[in-house]
């Protein structure tokens, strides 16, 4: 698929942090051509590949395609340098964390489509997982960004604003909770006796060999558990902790709850921008 794929020309990426970088990483290590992008950034730090300029007026022929990489924040400052460059041809896809198309379609209105992705930091090895979400791109825009977003990892449509946010709580965010739990077992062994160092290494890859054996073979992790732990076994003791009361269940879904909250407020703050 990548040997054919093809960045729009020209493309342009306003802004280039920790998503966008990882969006180029992960493009450049499949082997894509970054030769397309122009990527506009205040701090005219040279990425390599792509060309970087810092001003709108400095980026050249009006884009095809425009990847927002910002801070939701900073669309109130940037939108209004940004719309004049737009046309019908143009489609805005936007990595801003729970600013909703409406919000968006308000600020930027000459774009031809407006294109949700909620991305994780794992796309910078093209192990991501990204859900994408429009009101209004044709079948040409959604097949040419599920190519380009599958370049990455896992993509996928979503049927509404509700099911991207619901993706981005468990997969946006998830590489911060699944690093948490993974430091959590290198502390556990490391009050067994084990070094930090390999206490570390040994967390970090029984997570990895068990996600990896899981998805090679299709397994649940109901069935994971249930092969690993016998029964009357060590394992099956440990498992009874975790499993007394959800405890871990119900930490998980308060965590979540509560990053989802935090979502809501931004698409409120997002809204009352414009409409305030
Ligand atoms: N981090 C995550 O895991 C994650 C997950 C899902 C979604 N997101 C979303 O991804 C977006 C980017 O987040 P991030 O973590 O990559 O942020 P970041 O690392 O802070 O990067 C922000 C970028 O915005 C650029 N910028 C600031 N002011 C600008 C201006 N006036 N014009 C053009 N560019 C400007 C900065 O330019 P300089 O580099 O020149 O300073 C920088 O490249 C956010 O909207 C966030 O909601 C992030």
Known sequence: MTGTLQIPDPTWFVGCGNMGGAILDGWRTGGLDLSPLTIIRPSGIPVEGARVVTSFAAAGPPPSLVVLAFKPQK????????RQYLSARTVVVSLLAGVETASLRQRLPGAAAIVRASINLPVAVRRG???????????????????????????MWMADEQKLAALGS???????????????????GVKR??????????????????????????????????????PNGTTEVGLKVL??????????????????????????????????
């Open 75 to 82: 669309l109130d400052e940037i939108a209004p340098g940004l």
């Open 129 to 155: 997982v990204t859900g994408l979400y429009s009101p209004d791109a044709d079948g040409s825009t959604r097949e040419q960004l599920n190519n380009l977003f599958s370049a990455l990892g896992f993509a």
């Open 170 to 188: 468990v997969a946006g965010a998830g590489p911060a909770y699944v690093a948490r739990f993974i430091a959590a077992l290198a502390k556990a």
């Open 193 to 230: 006796g084990l070094t930090e160092q390999i206490a570390a290494t040994l967390a970090l890859e029984t997570v990895l060999g068990t996600a990896w054996m899981a998805a090679t073979n299709k397994e649940s992790m109901e069935s994971v558990a249930r092969r690993v732990a016998s």
């Open 243 to 276: 499993d007394h009361d959800h405890v871990l269940d119900e930490l998980v879904a308060v965590t979540i709850d509560a990053a989802a909250q935090r979502g809501a407020e931004l698409a409120e703050e997002a809204k009352a921008g414009v409409d305030g």
